[in-house]
């Protein structure tokens, strides 16, 4: 019985940790991107293009958004919120992507639309779902 006992501890105290570490993790996705982005930024405006372009990778090469997080979304959030959230999360790093490129081709102008897209798309994901995603993940018990 008592073995019974301590397994079911542990596996309540794994599962604790891997859920609080979900939260850290998409905490710690925001982060990057908020330097990345200040990054590109900054470069667009003192002409440092290879920050710009250091920046743009950095968000292109951005892993895909964690399973546990995905499923956490998609069980405290109705189906077309948890797609739209998903949808602007890989945005993000297609985006960062075409970033790179208009850099590798010296294009201002295309860098300057990039740039303002994944601004906004910042902006509309803060907007929208800030509070509805920390509620999702409060919910499935993601302090």
């Not at 290879?50 to 743009?56: I, K, L, R, S, Y």
């Amino acid at each position: 019985m008592r073995l019974l006992i301590t397994a079911f501890s542990l596996l309540f105290l794994a599962t604790a940790t891997a859920q609080a570490g979900v939260r850290e993790d998409l905490k710690q996705r925001m982060v990057r991107w908020d330097k990345l982005l200040s990054q590109a930024q900054s470069g667009l405006i003192n002409s440092m293009m290879g920050e710009v372009e250091q920046a743009a990778q950095g968000l292109k090469e951005t892993p895909h958004l964690p399973e546990a997080v995905q499923r956490a979304l998609k069980a405290g959030m109705s189906e077309r919120e948890a797609s739209d959230f998903m949808k602007i999360d890989a945005f993000i790093s297609t985006t960062g992507g075409d970033l790179a490129a208009a850099v590798a081709e010296e294009d201002i102008q295309r860098m300057l639309v990039y740039q303002g897209r994944l601004l906004n798309s910042c902006v509309q994901c803060h907007e929208i779902f800030r509070v509805k995603a920390t509620q999702a993940l409060e919910a499935a018990g993601m302090p």
